[in-house]
Each structure stands twice: as structure tokens, then as C-alpha cells.
């Protein structure tokens, strides 16, 4: 319903002048404000037809039944409600649920019950149906089944594995060692099935090789076998006299003389770190007449004079005399020194290594 509202001041006209077009009164004014009346007459309620279901705003007096009063305050959960709401009338039929980190499940209609999650785990039933976590923090375990439960534990392979597996993924593709022998083409211990020729690759551990219980017949090691014996197996590594003695670090093969005499002084000690004998040759001048003969020395340990003496001479009454020493085989990591006097020089000092 609506009210009536003036459009046009009709007296505002009073007040202007002679002459001004607004002093003058339009049908047009008078016909928006009859409109306006008929509009606010015509939306009001007839009161000859009033009943309750014409009221749309307001309160209803009790003269009338109502209340005649506006409630407009909303039922608080807290404080005007007790007891749980069931199931039924669309609650929990719970007063609390769960707690931190849990999940909740039905234990039978309308009841509801939580389990609680766990680091590192995986949701299981039982027998029963009842979830609960089985951990999973233990390394290297597989999630199994009895029939009854279900955990994480080892695969036992007499019981949780069936078929056989293929040579392809690492297995022997037979479940008997009869045809284990044939998919590898291997005779028995005792020599059957050791038809036809074999070549034998002597290239591993070779401690049972004496043995009849391990072979049939002689094995004839130039016709009946490839490849070559190392040495951690008793061979040469080799299949020539020259690597067998390369090798086993025979002094002077593949070994060359070179000289020294620039970078060796007197002295001094050297260590042979070669990682296999060399021998050393030297020749001296000595200009003070017996004066502390020269002397080789060669040691485990350094300083060499702390050693054995290999080589001596005596310039004797005498200087200027020039002197030999070696050749001296020199162990691998030794060390050696030439110990002279003051005025003693190095004339030649070569090496075979």
C-alpha cells in the first residue's frame, strides 16, 4: 500500500509574478496529482473486507489475536537448547566427536564412532570390519594379509610366492635343479651331462681345481680353457715371459737406465717409490785424501745413514781419485744416500727404473 504524495506546490504559484509561465496551473499538474490520489486510495485495505491474511507488515494486537508485541530474538544453541540431538532429527546422537587427526566411522546405524590416524600408516580392516592404521615406519616391509588381518611385515618366499622366476629377471627359470642344470647348460658335480667340449675360464677362484670330486677326467689347461689365471689366483696375469716379469716387478724388466746427475746431490736422501725394485749406479771425486770415505747407505726408514751400509771406498792417501759405486738394488719405498766429505762431487749418477 502506498501513501499520497504531492507532486506539484500549488501555492509556491502565489508567490510569483505577474507574467512568470509557472504562476499558471496545467491540466497536466492537476492530472498527476489525481493520479497520485487514486493510487494511494485504490492500494489501501477496505476495512468493510479486512481479515488476518490482509496484514503484511506491523504487529498484530491481541484485540485482533495477535501477541501485540515483535519478536525478533533468535534460540540460542547454548544457552536455550539441552540434551543431544539424535540421529533421527538430524544430529550426530554425539555430544563430541573424535579428536585431533582421527576419522570417524559408523559402528552400527546411527551410532558413530572415530579412529585415530598415525605417522608413517595405512587404513585396515580386520576380520570384523573395524578400521584402525597399521604402522608402516619399519623399513623394508611389505603390507600383508593372514586371511585374518592385515600388517606390514617380511615376504616370506616359501609361502608368499608363487610361479617361477624367469632367467630374464634374475632367476633361474625352474623350480628343480635338474632343469635348472639345463637351462644353464651346467653337468652335474659328478661329471653327467659333461658331453661334447668344454673351455674352462680359469679367470676365478681356482682353490677346488685339484680336486677329483669337482671335475670329470684332466683338464688340459692349453686346450681346455680360455682366458688367463690372475695373479690372486696363483697365475702371472700375463701370457708373455716379459709381463709375467713386468708383473711380479722382476728388477730391470721393462725397466731403462736414465741419468740423474742433475737432480741427485750428495748427502742426501731418496726414496724409491716406483712400486718395484731399481738400482742405482754412482760414480765420485773426492779431493781430500782419506778423509771420510764415502759410504752408500740404504734404510727402511729415513734418515738412510740409520740403515745398512751396501757400498764403501777409500780415497786412500790420496785425492782426486774418482770412485765406482754400484750398481745397488734399491727395494721398493727404501731409501738411500750417498754419505761423503765436503769436496766430494758426483761425476755420474744413473738409475734403472
Same mark, same amino acid.
Given at each position: ?74 534460540? /540460542?544453541?547454548?544457552?536455550?537448547? %539441552?540434551?543431544? @540431538? &539424535?540421529? $533421527? #532429527?538430524? *544430529? +550426530? =546422537?554425539?555430544?563430541?566427536?573424535? !579428536? ?119 683338464? /688340459?689347461?692349453?686346450?681346455?680353457? %680360455?682366458?688367463? @689365471? &690372475?695373479? $690372486? #689366483?696363483? *697365475? +702371472? =696375469?700375463?701370457?708373455?715371459?716379459? !709381463? ?110
Amino acid at each position: 500500500m502506498s501513501n499520497y504524495t504531492k507532486t506539484t506546490n500549488f501555492l509556491a504559484k502565489d508567490s510569483l509574478v505577474s507574467g512568470d509561465t509557472n504562476k499558471r496551473i496545467r491540466g497536466s499538474e492537476i492530472d498527476t496529482e489525481l493520479v497520485n490520489i487514486q493510487t494511494a486510495v485504490n492500494s489501501k485495505l477496505d476495512s468493510s473486507g479486512f481479515t488476518a491474511s490482509n496484514i503484511s507488515s506491523g504487529t498484530l494486537a491481541i484485540a485482533y489475536g495477535g501477541t501485540g508485541t515483535s519478536v525478533t530474538a533468535y534460540c /540460542n544453541l547454548t544457552s536455550n537448547v %539441552t540434551g543431544v @540431538l &539424535p540421529a $533421527a #532429527n538430524g *544430529g +550426530t =546422537g554425539l555430544s563430541s566427536i573424535g !579428536g585431533t587427526n582421527t576419522l570417524l566411522y559408523t559402528t552400527t546405524a546411527n551410532s558413530i564412532s572415530a579412529v585415530t590416524t598415525s605417522n608413517t600408516s595405512v587404513l585396515v580392516t580386520g576380520a570384523t570390519g573395524i578400521p584402525s592404521f597399521a604402522s608402516g615406519t619399519t623399513a623394508n616391509r611389505v603390507l600383508k594379509t593372514n586371511g585374518t588381518s592385515i600388517s606390514f611385515a617380511f615376504a616370506d618366499l616359501a609361502t608368499d610366492v608363487t610361479g617361477v622366476l624367469p632367467i630374464v629377471n634374475g632367476g633361474t627359470g625352474s623350480n628343480n635343479a635338474t632343469d635348472v642344470r639345463t637351462n644353464f647348460d651346467v653337468p652335474k658335480n659328478d661329471g653327467t651331462g659333461a658331453t661334447g667340449t668344454w673351455n674352462i675360464n680359469i679367470s676365478g677362484n681356482a682353490s677346488n681345481a685339484s680336486s677329483a670330486d669337482n671335475y670329470a677326467g684332466t683338464i /688340459n689347461v692349453g686346450l681346455q680353457s %680360455t682366458g688367463v @689365471l &690372475p695373479i $690372486a #689366483n696363483g *697365475g +702371472t =696375469g700375463t701370457t708373455t715371459a716379459s !709381463g709375467a716379469a713386468n708383473a711380479f716387478g722382476v728388477n730391470g724388466a721393462g725397466q731403462t737406465w736414465a741419468s740423474y746427475s742433475a737432480s741427485r746431490a750428495i748427502n742426501t736422501d731418496y726414496q724409491n717409490t716406483t712400486g718395484r725394485p731399481i738400482s742405482v749406479s754412482v760414480t765420485l771425486s773426492t779431493v781430500t785424501a782419506g778423509a771420510n770415505n764415502p759410504r752408500f747407505w740404504v734404510s727402511t726408514t729415513t734418515p738412510a745413514t740409520g740403515g745398512v751400509t751396501v757400498a764403501y771406498f777409500s780415497n786412500g792417501t790420496t785425492g782426486n781419485i774418482d770412485a765406482c759405486v754400484g750398481p745397488v738394488i734399491i727395494p721398493n719405498n727404501a731409501y738411500y744416500r750417498i754419505q761423503a766429505a765436503a769436496g766430494t762431487s758426483i761425476v755420474f749418477w744413473a738409475e734403472l727404473r
